[in-house]
């Protein structure tokens, strides 16, 4: 022992300023061994600026006065704090050291140690293993195996948290905080990892800014399911009291929920959550940068995609919980739903979208321009654009109506239609339109002033001024009843575009050229190409021309009867012919161009009149126009034309008229002053010619002269009648005689 004293001191400068002192009650300096032995000591730590006050506090240490180390191999007690606390705060310790084996050089400023390390602090406390204390830098480096408790407060959702990493290193010259890998930060089932969390303090060392880098994750879990999410950083913002203000997640955000029965997945390149002041509360997420929204349950799904989206949150059904209320995109967006049989896609300049206190999709509109594509089975994709789009949601997630306005257009393969307004609803697959509908497809076109189709089975409905064209094909040969398109007008329709059977009811009115169907109700069968119409029939059919004067039949009678005299003027129209034929029924196969009239006829022409049980009309077979040569475009044959076309014309396209008629039961023909009574009466059209037969057949003319046969033939441009009976055939002429 060289020397023994009561107190020993030894103060630490640098440029003058003082850095730290080393303090002992007793010390005892050892000849031959180069130190000293320093007994309750004390390390009183400045800084740079004297702002602080840390105390390295232990029972005895070794000295070295030549290396300046002090090696302290018992428990050791630092207190770090700050010399000049907050007004009105006490000065409370920042943070309270224990552990033991440490070594501080007072030429370095630096206490180490190795051994195991505990710490306190006003919030909680930790523990580690090795611990680098840096009086100069003023930095705590902790070695290896770091935990921190939180203590639970209301910040944390009533919650502890605990923080573990491979290091930890607390610097107060640049207010700093780092956690090193691996860093992992946990508050009942929610967790937070990274390579590194580093976090940013204030002026009174309180936390301001938390950055979590290097594949960070954050994963959720409680009873309802799993979340998890990940990007390239995650900055989180906290007030100065405590509270978490803003969460930025930047770089190729990538999260996902697994709940029982389903599935949810978000991608995003940058997204933002801002919480509800003094609660942690989720309050609005902005999300950028190619955005994909996915939910799965079951065989159902939902996705939406957008470059920019705005989610609000607000209270959920259970207290402490937040549930979504709105979802706004800012860019176009699509939302696709899917079932088993269904695909569902909607596109707008902009969504906004409402949601139930569960949490359920209870609205949605689109602005801008929207469009609804619905895929069924193995149907066609029906596509709808609108304007404005509003869809109503059912509890099961599954939407209920959608409402579509401004200038509406619904396609599916060649069927169209448009409207002012559409309205969809789910459960009855109908599709209402009004404000001008029209619909259209390769056949047909129809107006009316409300129109309901039903979207799976093809049906539909029009009321109001229905107005349907017809275009001339193949297809639609039940509607050749004339040339070029037929139109029908109705107040009702109703029929199935599938089967291509409609009716036309109330006020039926049907025209295609010069034919002309009017009824109280008209049918038509597309496949069958068959017509029918009922109730106060009334058919307009043209004939081409009146027909030349005929000549007798090729075989005269071999002894023509006396002519007689008589007051009787048959009459020869001129110009075109028009049948009007009046029933209570019409059927009509446009693939024959047969016309049946049943259940009591009436059928009036310039040629003539008749009467029967029924009749059956025959028109001219359909024709397209042919492409003449030039050498006979002049010299067109007439006899393949009706005889309203003039030399060197072709007819038009489907032109047809009334070639020849039939009536039988009951049959009565009139023709000027002649009135004709039998079964069965055959009228033709290219000569004019009546034929009378069965029952038995009788002409009376004006001067009541009675002719019988077994069938008598007249003629509608001459006098000559033909009479075949048991006796033979002979011709009778009659002319009148000038009094």
């Given amino acids: 022992m060289q020397q023994e004293s009561a107190e020993f001191s030894y103060v630490g400068t640098d440029q003058g300023r003082q850095l730290f002192t080393i303090r002992a009650s007793h010390a005892t300096q050892y000849k031959d061994q180069n130190r000293a032995l320093l007994q309750d000591v004390w390390i009183t730590i400045y800084g740079h600026d004297g702002s602080r006050n840390d105390n ?40 309270q050291v224990t552990t033991r084996n440490l070594s501080f050089n007072r030429e370095s400023g630096d206490a180490t140690t190795t051994a195991p390390v505990q710490f306190r602090f006003p919030q909680g406390s930790g523990h580690a293993d090795g611990m680098t204390y840096s009086s ?47 860093a992992n930060v946990r508050q009942g089932g929610r967790e937070i990892s990274a390579e590194k969390i580093s976090i940013e303090l204030d002026a009174e060392f309180r936390a301001r800014h938390a950055i979590a880098q290097g594949h960070p994750e954050v994963a959720s879990t409680d009873p309802r399911g799993k979340s998890t999410a990940t990007a390239a950083q995650f900055d989180l913002f906290v007030s100065s009291d405590g509270w978490i203000e803003r969460v930025v997640v930047d770089g190729g955000v990538e999260g996902s929920r697994e709940a029982p029965g389903s599935t949810d997945h978000f ?49 959920g059904q259970h207290e402490g919980q937040q549930a979504i209320k709105t979802v706004n995109t800012l860019a176009p967006g699509t939302i696709e739903t899917k079932s088993a049989e269904e695909t569902t896609t909607l596109h707008a300049k902009r969504f906004v979208a409402q949601f139930a206190s569960t949490g359920r999709l209870d609205t949605l509109q689109g ?80 107006t009316a002033k409300n129109v309901a189709i039903n979207q799976k089975s093809g049906d539909i409905r029009a009321t109001g ?123 009509y196969w446009g693939d024959s161009g047969k016309a049946h009239l049943e259940s009591g006829v009436t059928a009036d022409s ?48 489907e032109s047809r008229q009334l070639d020849h008629a039939l009536a039988l039961g009951g049959v009565t023909v009139r023709q000027a002053d002649r009135r004709g009574t039998a079964d069965q009466a055959e009228y033709t059209a290219s000569d004019g010619r009546f034929v009378l037969s069965g029952g038995k057949p009788t002409i009376i003319d004006a001067s009541s002269d009675t002719t019988t046969g077994h069938s008598l033939t007249f003629f509608v441009a001459n006098d000559t009648i033909l009479i075949d009976s048991q006796e033979g055939s002979r011709t009778l002429t009659k002319h009148r005689v000038e009094k």
């Fill in 465 to 587: 001024g229905v107005l349907s064209t017809y275009f001339p094909s193949a297809q639609n040969s039940a509607m050749s009843l004339g040339s070029g398109p037929g139109h029908i007008s109705a107040e009702t329709l109703t029929g199935s575009t599938t089967s291509g059977h409609v009716t036309y009811l109330n006020h039926a009115r049907l025209w295609q050229g010069d034919s002309v169907l009017e009824a109280n109700q008209i049918e038509i069968w597309r496949d069958e190409k068959k017509l029918q119409a009922t109730g106060s029939v009334v058919a307009n059919f043209p004939q081409a021309s009146p027909p030349a004067p005929a000549q007798p039949n090729s075989q005269p009678p071999a002894k023509p009867s006396p002519a007689k005299s008589a007051n009787i003027a048959p009459g020869t129209p001129s110009g075109p012919t028009l049948w009007q034929i009046r029933a209570p029924m019409l059927t």
């Fill in 367 to 446: 602005h801008g321009g929207a469009t609804v594509t619905r895929k069924i089975g193995s149907a066609p994709p029906q596509i709808i654009k609108a304007a404005e789009l509003a869809a109503k949601f059912s509890p099961d997630g599954e939407w209920q109506t959608l409402d579509e306005t401004g200038d509406v257009h619904f396609q599916q393969a060649d069927r169209q239609a448009s409207a002012d307004r559409a309205n969809i609803v789910r459960s009855t697959e109908l599709i209402l339109l009004d404000g001008s509908p029209a619909l259209a497809d390769s056949m047909s076109r129809t």
């Fill in 136 to 182: 100069q830098k003023e930095i705590v480096r902790l070695a290896h195996n770091v935990q921190i408790d939180l203590a639970a407060s209301e910040k944390s959702g009533g919650l502890p948290v605990t923080a573990t990493g491979g290091s930890m290193e607390i610097s107060r010259n640049d207010r700093m905080v780092v956690l090193d890998a691996p």
């Fill in 267 to 315: 991608t995003a390149a940058n997204v933002v959550l801002t919480m509800t002041p003094q609660h942690n509360l989720l309050r609005e997420m902005a999300a950028t940068g190619n955005v994909k929204a996915t939910s799965r349950m079951g065989p159902e799904s939902r996705a939406i995609e957008t470059e920019s989206l705005l989610a609000t949150f607000g209270p």
């Fill in 606 to 653: 310039q040629q003539g009149s008749m009467q029967s049980r029924t009749l059956d009309v025959f028109l001219t077979p359909a024709t397209a126009p042919a492409k003449p040569s030039a050498t006979n475009a002049a010299n067109a044959s007439a006899s393949s034309a009706p005889a309203s076309a003039k030399p060197g014309q072709q007819p038009p396209a």
């Fill in 56 to 95: 390295i506090h232990t029972r005895e240490c070794n000295y070295q006065p030549s290396t300046g180390n002090v090696v302290c191999e018992g428990d050791v007690q630092i207190d770090l704090a700050s010399a000049t606390p907050a007004s009105g705060k006490p000065a409370d310790k920042d943070l």
